[in-house]
C-alpha cells in the first residue's frame, strides 16, 4: 500500500477511502504539470530562504520538468492508492533523489498546493477559452457582413415584430459574446493571485517569500490573508463557472435561432451537411443535433455553478473536505464550453443564406411600426398615428415591406450594424489576451531554463 502524505497508524476503512479518494486520480491527470510548475516555484523559493540546498533545488526542478513533460505526454498515471497529484508527485521526487523530495513539502499543504494547481490550470483555459470566443466572434461577423442585406422578419414572443435582416441577428450574437470576454477577463484576474504560502490557511512558522513565489509564477500578486485564500476555495470555481455558464447561455441563444431559422417551416438559413446528422429510420432527415446538444449544455453548465455555489456557500471558514467536489465541476464546465464554442464556430463557418425565403416571409403588417415612423416624421402625433394604422397595419406602410428597415438609420439598427465596431473590440480583446498569454508562455520558458 502506498504511504499516504497524511498517513498515521490506522489502516482506513476502503469504504472510507472509496467515498474520500473520489475521481481525484482521475482528475488530477489535468492538474499535474501545473502542480509541478508550482511546485518548481515553491522549491526556488525554499532554497533562497536557505531550506533546500541549491543542488537539492536543481535535482527537484530537473525531476519536475520530466513529470511535467511525462504527463503533457499522457504518460503520468496516478494510482488511486495515492489518492491526488500531490502524493505522486512528491513519492516520484522521493524514489529519485531521497531527501530532497521529502523536503519539497515544506512550509505547503495540499490545501494551498491543490489551489495552485486549479488556479494556474483554470487561467490557460480562460486564456483559450477567450480565443476561442474571438473566433466565433470573427466568424459571425463575418457572416453578418456577408448577410446584411438578407431580408427577414424580426420576432418578438417568436409573431413577427418587425422587419431586419440576417445580418443584424449574427451581429447582435457577436456583440453578446464579446461582452463575455470581459467575464471572462474578470475571472482571470480573480484567479492570477497566489494561494502558494497559505498552507492550510493559517500560514507557517518559516519565512516564505510568497511574493517571490508569485512573481515566478507570473501571479498579479499574492493573496493576502492566508484563511481568506482557503475561503475563496469554491468561490473561485463558481465564479469561473458563472462566467462559463453565461458564455454558454449565449451559445445556447444562437443555437436557439439558427435551429428556428432553419427550420422546414422557415427555411431562411441552411446548415451544411457537415454539421448536421441523419436518421436510422427516415432516409430524408437531416437534423440539428449540434445546436440542439449546445442548448442543452448551456443548461447544463448552469447547473454546475450551482452545484458549487451550494457546496461553499453554507461552510464555515476554512478548509472543508466538501471543497473537493468543486473540482470536477470546474474541469468539466471549462472542457465543456471549449467543445461548445469549437462546434459553434463550425456552424456558423458553413452555413448559408436563402434570401427568398427570408424575404417572401414577411406579412405586410409587419413593417407596420415603420409606416407609423413614417407618419411621426410628416408631423402627426404618436397617439394619432398609431391608432389609424392599427385599424389597417397590412396596407400602413408605402414601399416594399421587406426593405422597411433600411429606414431605420441609427446607431446599432439593421441598416447601420457599425460592424467596425465588432472588429475594433476585438482587436482589442485579441491585444491582451496575447499579453495574458505570453507572460503565461514565458512561466513555462522558464521552468523548462530551471531544470536543463
Known sequence: MTERLWSGTAKLDPRVEKLTVGDDPRLDVALVPFDALGSVAHAVMLSEIGLLTEAECRQLCTGLWRIAQEASAGDFAIDPSQEDCHTAIEQRLTAEFGDAGRRIHTGRSRNDQVLAAIRLWAREQLVALGEQVLELVEALRLRADEFKEVSLPGYTHTRQAMPATLGFYLAAHAEGLLDDLRWLETAFAHVNRSPLGSAAGFGVALPLDRARVAHLLAFDGVQNNTLAVQNDRGKSEALVLAVVAATATDLGRLASDLIWFSSDELGYVQLSPQVTTGSS???????????????????????????????????PSGYHRDLQLTKRPLLEGMRSL??????????????????????????????????????????????????????????????EVSESWRERMHAGSPAQLNLDEIVERAKKEADALRERKARLTAVWRWFEEMAT
Open 281 to 315: 429510420i427516415m432516409p430524408q432527415k437531416r437534423n440539428p443535433d449540434v445546436l440542439e446538444i449546445v442548448r442543452a449544455s448551456a443548461t447544463r453548465l448552469r447547473s454546475l455553478q450551482h452545484e458549487v455555489a451550494n457546496i461553499y456557500g453554507a461552510l
Open 338 to 399: 471549449s467543445d461548445l464554442l469549437g462546434a459553434m464556430t463550425a456552424v456558423i463557418e458553413s452555413c448559408a443564406a436563402d434570401p427568398e425565403r427570408a424575404r417572401t416571409a414577411i406579412k405586410p403588417e409587419t413593417a407596420a411600426t415603420d409606416a407609423l415612423c413614417a407618419d411621426i416624421r410628416d408631423g402627426t402625433p404618436f397617439r394619432t398615428a398609431y391608432r389609424r394604422i392599427a385599424e389597417a397595419p397590412g396596407q400602413a406602410y408605402r414601399g
